[in-house]
């Protein structure tokens, strides 16, 4: 699997960003697919994801309200509508893809990352 993301660049707080995830290889293997970030200093932390069959989503606390992810089976790619934009929403955000693999008594994961894509919230 390969994620290629776009999207990003420099916003003055309150505004708005779009960000896109396009996958590619084996997408039909894929469990779920999310956005995560790091700023400098810090752990990444998730900031939403969403599951390939039910689309149930889930978000970070210091983003809900303000994000929203979404996805499009057919082309393969998510995205992330971040609004009201804050300083503290800098950082680099990464797309991620998770394929589940069940066996008879444990579940092993596989993670694939985009390159990154800086988003930078001016004051």
């Known amino acids: 699997v390969q994620l290629v993301e776009s999207g990003g660049g420099l916003v003055q707080a309150g505004g708005s960003l779009r960000l896109s995830c396009a996958a590619s290889?084996?997408?039909?293997?894929?469990?779920?697919m999310g956005w995560y970030r790091q700023a400098p200093g810090k752990q990444r932390e998730l900031v939403a994801d969403?599951?390939?069959?039910?689309?149930?989503?889930n978000y970070g606390d210091s983003v809900k309200g303000r994000f929203t992810i979404s996805r499009d089976n057919a082309e393969n790619t998510m995205y992330l509508q971040m609004n009201s934009l804050k300083p503290e929403d800098t950082a680099v955000y990464y797309c991620?893809?998770?394929?589940?693999?069940?066996?008879?008594?444990?579940?092993?994961?596989?993670?694939?990352w985009g390159q990154g894509t800086q988003v930078t919230v001016s004051s």
């Open positions: 969403i599951t390939s069959g039910d689309g149930d989503t």
């Open positions: 290889g084996d997408t039909f293997t894929i469990s779920s």
């Open positions: 991620n893809a998770r394929i589940a693999r069940y066996y008879s008594d444990y579940r092993a994961d596989t993670n694939y």
